[in-house]
Nanobody, 124 residues
Framework: QVNLQESGGGLVQAGGSLRLSCAVS????????MGWFRQAPGKERAFVAA????????YYTDSVKGRFTISRDNAKNTVDLQMNSLKPEDTALYYC?????????????????WGQGTQVTVSA
């Protein structure tokens, strides 16, 4: 069983930065990939970014390209999401998730383990 725990959320003004972290514990391996998703009030959960454990290949949704950076630390089993130039529309509950696929994928159906989420609120 894999356990995921997000941290680092909070309240920030527009233009500010936050760094989210996801700690992975339990049955871990060096294969597969990790993703970050977010869900705003009244909206469906949406893909944000993904990274493979082995090669570090990354993929971002268009709205965060150039502002967010996903990274992983294989030794610590953590995946971070550095968020810069935050906008009010980035406000959401952010989740990390794990997939066994060793490719970056935006499809939430490919992820089998999810964290509880961490709230990010960006004020105008």
């Amino acid at each position: 069983q894999v356990n995921l725990q997000e941290s680092g959320g909070g309240l920030v003004q527009a233009g500010g930065s936050l760094r989210l972290s996801c700690a992975v514990s339990g049955r871990t391996s060096t294969s597969g990939a990790m993703g970050w998703f977010r869900q705003a009030p009244g909206k469906e959960r949406a893909f944000v970014a993904a990274i493979t454990w082995s090669s570090g290949s990354t993929y971002y949704t268009d709205s965060v390209k150039g502002r967010f950076t996903i990274s992983r630390d294989n030794a610590k089993n953590t995946v971070d999401l550095q968020m810069n130039s935050l906008k009010p529309e980035d406000t959401a509950l952010y989740y990390c998730a794990r997939t066994t696929l060793s490719i970056v994928t935006w499809n939430s159906g490919n992820y089998y383990a999810w964290g509880q989420g961490t709230q990010v609120t960006v004020s105008a």
